[in-house]
């Protein structure tokens, strides 16, 4: 199956990586930036935020959902992950994403390339095949 990437995938590698230099990350300093795309078209990004008691830290892709949903933002067709490495969501963070869209398109971004570089680009169902639902889509 192929998965073409957004029209505007270098718009939200941008936000992305523009959300990762706001990460709050004095522990790990691993930052992650995140930028998700309503199916309106506005981009809400989010960076991680980390905390000393380490189970209180808060992914960036969560932040960024938060955010739209507080925005009263609740239809995503896309998300763009930029970090150093191999740039994939932890297993928490694709839960919280597919309970909004498990078709989501997930743009894979390794912040060591250079900008304009071509994410690795994927569905969240791949990434969360049999994900746990509640609610029907």
């Known amino acids: 199956m192929t998965i073409t990437l957004p029209t505007n995938w270098r718009d939200l590698q941008r936000a992305s990586r523009d959300a990762r230099a706001n990460a709050w990350a004095p522990y790990s300093k691993f930052q992650v930036g995140?930028?998700?795309?309503?199916?309106?078209?506005?981009?809400i990004t989010g960076c991680n935020v980390e905390?000393?008691?380490?189970?209180?830290?808060?992914?960036?892709e969560r932040v960024a959902v938060c955010r739209a949903v507080a925005m009263g933002l609740r239809k995503f067709s896309a998300i763009c992950i930029s970090?150093?490495?191999?740039?994939?969501?932890?297993?928490?963070?694709?839960?919280?994403l597919?309970?909004?869209?498990?078709?989501?398109?997930v743009l894979l971004d390794n912040a060591d390339n250079p900008a304009g570089t071509e994410p690795e680009v994927m569905v969240l169902s791949d990434l969360l095949p049999r994900a746990f639902r509640l609610l029907e889509p």
Do not use: H, K, M, W
């Open 98 to 105: 597919v309970e909004f869209n498990p078709d989501l398109i």
């Open 83 to 96: 970090l150093t490495g191999v740039p994939v969501p932890c297993g928490a963070c694709r839960q919280f």
């Open 34 to 43: 995140a930028a998700l795309l309503t199916t309106t078209g506005e981009i």
């Open 51 to 60: 905390n000393a008691s380490y189970g209180l830290t808060i992914c960036a």
